[in-house]
């Protein structure tokens, strides 16, 4: 589940390197819960960028959960493990 309480918006850090500006890099739109897990929302604003996405439970320990090129559009992932954790973090990282 994303930091923070319901109806706040969960704290996040996005880190980049090397994208061409003045392109944005992918970002968060938000985090839902849903049954199946944490639904993520992730804004693609250019195509054909490789981007990893991270999930960590203490901030200190990262795991990738996905690797993706961007199709410059919004793309949902669900994290079905944030069930198993009281608190989940999650970033983007474009290498």
């Keep these: 589940m994303p930091a923070g309480q319901p109806g706040e918006s969960p704290f996040l850090i996005t880190e980049h390197q090397n994208y061409p500006p003045p392109t944005p ?3 968060f739109n938000g985090a839902t819960p849903s049954p199946a897990g944490c639904q993520l929302s ?3 604003p250019a195509a054909g960028f490789c ?3 991270l999930a960590s439970i203490d901030l200190m320990i990262w795991t990738k959960l996905m690797a993706r090129t961007s199709a410059a559009s919004t793309y949902e992932y669900i994290d079905a493990k944030a069930t198993n954790h009281p608190a989940r973090f999650y ?4 290498p």
């Design 51 to 53: 981007y990893y996405l």
């Design 42 to 44: 992730i804004g693609e």
């Design 25 to 27: 890099p992918p970002h």
């Design 91 to 94: 970033r983007l990282v474009v």
